[in-house]
């Protein structure tokens, strides 16, 4: 007879066990022969040497699968208790291909739409992604998700998220406090987004010990970012000079995500966006994956995609009318 105690402080144990020990009862139908016993966060295992064998491997499948992604259905608890393939636990829930990442109370983070999902399949094939369309479509949002899956899957040591602190209008002279406050709002929809996929404690810990850093893109400069999941947000509002010096950060083992929207240039009108060079010369770069989302990617109320398509009619008139007007200048030039 042997005995084995196995902890489970590393996952649920609600996830593990299920609602009113659903998953532990699949546990003991699977192994009839052992005596299971079920006391906190720990479970113990009686019976004979290779039956307690066996059932510790299975359930050492079922806490590394938690430990990754932090949620596990009945159905695919029993397929890696039943199915050493299924048990394999670099396969995901063929349920769950869309899911990002489990943030707190289980909330589940999903790729909504078809170019979020291009997003995260590019994100397994490619180590810089630049992820190009306008405000609502998600592009922040499933960047960071896959940023922290990645964390959570041990890919990558620690996550750097960084933004051009450039005013939208505003003057960051007149913002109250010091400089870390004066930059925090332009930083805050990073915050917003760590704050679903991570417990505010574990969110708290990682940043304490920069794990995670949020950083305007200017602090970037003169470092290497190996190891790291790292992102560039508002990439429109970055010159040739700064996208330059992002991507030349990048180290030998890391990924990296640029976001931003053509539309809504922030720079000085002496400044140009560095985006639609680094876009158009780097476009052709094995290794680099292009993704643009547009208005049937919008998550935001319903109105949010009518109110860019209306942008989107008077942009092209404007253009249209721009190019009218230099045809005309240019025929009386040739007249005259």
Do not use: C, W
């Not at 829930?93 to 995260?120: E, H, S, Y």
């Amino acid at each position: 007879m042997t005995e084995v105690i196995i902890n489970l402080e590393t996952v649920n144990p609600i996830e593990f066990f299920g609602i009113n020990n659903s998953k532990f009862e699949i546990l003991k139908r699977k192994f009839p022969l052992l005596k299971l016993l079920s006391r906190g966060t720990q479970i113990k295992l009686s019976g004979q040497p290779d039956e307690v064998t066996a059932a510790q491997l299975k359930i050492g499948q079922v806490i590394q699968y938690l430990e990754r992604n932090g949620h596990l259905s009945e159905n695919y608890f029993a397929k890696i208790l039943g199915d050493e393939e299924h048990g394999n636990t670099g396969n995901e829930d063929p349920a769950n291909n869309d899911i990002l990442v489990f943030g707190p109370n289980g909330r589940v983070i999903r790729a909504k739409t078809q170019n979020q999902k291009l997003m995260a399949q590019a994100s397994e094939k490619n180590d810089i992604i630049f992820a190009i369309g306008p405000a609502g479509t998600g592009k922040t949002y499933t960047a960071v998700a896959l940023a922290v899956r990645a964390l959570k899957n041990k890919a990558v040591r620690k996550i750097i998220l960084t933004r051009p602190a450039v005013e939208a209008g505003e003057s960051l002279g007149f913002l109250p406090g010091d400089l870390k406050e004066k930059i925090d709002p332009y930083l805050r929809p990073l915050y917003d987004a760590l704050d679903d996929m991570i417990p505010s404690d574990k969110l708290n810990y990682y940043m304490s010990n920069r794990i995670i850093e949020i950083a305007p893109l200017a602090y970037m400069r003169g470092r290497t970012l190996d190891n790291a999941f790292i992102i560039l947000d508002e990439a429109q509002n970055a010159t040739d000079l700064q996208i330059k010096m992002f991507l030349t950060r990048i180290g030998s083992s890391a990924k990296a995500i640029i976001t931003g929207d053509l539309t809504q240039i922030d720079l000085p009108k002496n400044q140009k966006s560095g985006l639609f060079k680094a876009t158009r010369i780097l476009k052709n770069i094995e290794g680099i994956a292009h993704i643009t989302l547009d208005e049937a990617d919008v998550v935001r109320h319903r109105l949010v995609k009518m109110i860019i398509r209306a942008y989107d009619i008077e942009q092209n008139r404007e253009e249209e009318l721009d190019e009218k007007r230099k045809a005309e200048y240019q025929s009386k030039e040739n007249k005259g």
